[in-house]
């Protein structure tokens, strides 16, 4: 059973930054793709970035393009978001999730096991 444990999140003024780690546990990690995926109050969970299996291809949502980075290390079963520039808007629950792939893929139907989410409060 694949155990996701999502940890980093806290408060921050805007133009800060935070770095998200997620550990992962319960299959082979780099076999499969990571995300991380968000979800404000009122409003659904939607895609922020997504790493393939061994790290050498990545995706973005245009709103954290050049803000954000995704990354991993398959030695340590572990995948980081880092988030600069913060934005009242990207307050939000962020939620690492594993995919069903390898691939770096975008949408939540294609991720299959999901952590409890950690808070992130960007104030203005």
């Known amino acids: 059973q694949v155990q996701l444990v999502e940890s980093g999140g806290g408060l921050v003024q805007a133009g800060g930054s935070l770095r998200l780690s997620c550990a992962a546990s319960g299959r082979t990690f780099s076999f499969y793709g990571m995300g991380w995926f968000r979800q404000a109050p009122g409003k659904e969970r939607e895609f922020v970035a997504s790493?393939?299996?061994?790290?050498?291809?990545?995706s973005y949502a245009d709103s954290v393009k050049g803000r954000f980075t995704i990354s991993r290390d398959n030695a340590k079963n572990t995948v980081f978001l880092q988030m600069n520039s913060l934005k009242p808007e990207d307050t939000a629950v962020y939620y690492c999730a594993q995919g069903r792939t390898i691939a770096a893929t975008t949408s939540t139907n294609e991720f299959g096991s999901w952590g409890q989410g950690t808070q992130v409060t960007v104030s203005s």
């Open positions: 790493i393939n299996g061994i790290g050498g291809s990545t």
